[in-house]
Structures are given as structure tokens and as C-alpha cells.
């Protein structure tokens, strides 16, 4: 189970200021692609999981991730996950012809069969993705994640941390918010139902 305070920041002013006040922490900038995949007769939908490609700084890396049972409330997301590294050059050609991931060798693939499939060779679609600068930050004890989202339809900006008490980081993060005058809201949703909304939220 993945824990994440997530925070939504309005506007790339407030993203600038946030980056701008905590600078001296930041660690790399990673550029994401994430591309999410599904049945033609929407097999993990149906069952509120999905499946994910992303590309990290081009064809560096890249990570298959599982996801399921998302739940976001007051800021805090809570979701299944299961994920791990393949060759980003097989990725690239699961990207551009779908009905191949079904045939990767690859764990994750094998749990998308056997649950979702009963055991069977799948056939997968491709319902698009969007693009992620995710800037990294150790602060105060956190591991901050800092993203400037870009969907087809828009930009939007937000601030995350992975925790197991994050209560504690909330209050912290919202606390320092708050003192610089940084505008945020809770996030309501997750990028990918973002994305499938097709609007930002």
C-alpha cells in the first residue's frame, strides 16, 4: 500500500514560489512519461486498477506499475501498488504496438493475466498518458516530490510526499505553506483520473 499527502498548488506562480523557498533542498529533476494501459473490454477498469509505462529522462528507465484501489480523501491517497523496472527499449515497443506487453516477460504482466485474464495471453490498448517534470526534494526530513503535470488539455502543479504518518507531514507542509503565503488545496483526484476526466479538476 502506497501513503501520499498530495497537495495541490494553483497556478505555476505558487509553483515557482513553493521551488523558490525550498531550493537549497533539491536533489534532481526527473522528466516522466507515463503512458496507461487497459483491455479492449476494460479488464482493470472494471476492476479499479491500471496499468502503467513510465518513461523516465527518455529512454533511461522505465517501470511497470500495477495500481488499484485508489482512495484520496482530505490530501491523502492510498492506493495498491505494485511495480517494477523492464528494458526501456522493449517499452518503447509496447508503447508504439500495445498487443506486445501482453507477451512481456515481466511479473507484473504475468499478476495482469492471472487476475485479470484467468491465467490467459492478453491483448492490450493504449489510452494515452501525458507528461511529468517531477523536481525532488529532502526536506526536513521528507522526501518532496514537486510536479508540473502537462495533459493535453492543461497544466497543473503538485506537491507530494510518501509517508507512513502523513498526518505529521500535512501539518508540516501546510504549516510552511501557509507562513509564506504559498497558496494549495487538497488534491481531489489522482493525475490519472485527471486524465481520463480530461479536464483539469
Not at 187 to 195: G, H, L, N, R, T
Request: glycine share 6%; aromatic share 8%; with cysteine.
Amino acid at each position: 500500500m502506497e501513503v501520499e499527502v498530495k497537495l495541490g498548488l494553483p497556478n505555476a506562480a505558487a509553483h515557482s514560489k513553493f521551488k523558490s523557498l525550498i531550493s537549497e533542498s533539491h536533489i534532481k529533476t526527473v522528466n516522466q512519461q507515463n503512458l496507461f494501459f487497459d483491455t479492449p473490454t476494460a479488464a482493470l477498469a472494471s476492476k479499479r486498477a491500471v496499468l502503467r509505462l513510465r518513461f523516465l529522462d527518455g529512454v533511461t528507465r522505465c517501470v511497470v506499475s500495477l495500481k488499484a484501489k485508489a482512495v484520496l480523501v482530505d490530501g491523502v491517497s492510498r492506493v495498491e501498488e505494485d511495480e517494477e523496472e523492464i528494458d526501456p527499449v522493449l517499452a518503447r515497443a509496447c508503447a508504439a504496438d500495445p498487443m506486445k506487453l501482453g507477451s512481456v516477460d515481466s511479473r507484473i504482466v504475468r499478476r495482469c493475466r492471472d487476475e485479470f485474464g484467468d491465467g490467459k495471453d492478453m491483448g492490450f490498448v493504449c489510452l494515452g498518458g501525458f507528461e511529468n517534470v517531477r523536481d525532488v526534494y529532502e526536506w526536513r526530513g521528507m522526501k518532496l516530490e514537486v510536479d508540473e503535470t502537462k495533459y493535453a488539455f492543461g497544466v497543473s502543479y503538485e506537491i507530494e510526499c510518501e509517508s507512513e504518518d502523513p498526518e505529521a507531514v500535512k501539518k508540516e507542509l501546510e504549516g510552511f505553506l501557509k507562513e509564506n503565503g504559498v497558496d494549495y488545496k487538497y488534491s481531489e483526484m489522482s493525475k490519472f483520473a485527471v486524465f481520463r476526466s480530461g479536464k483539469l479538476p
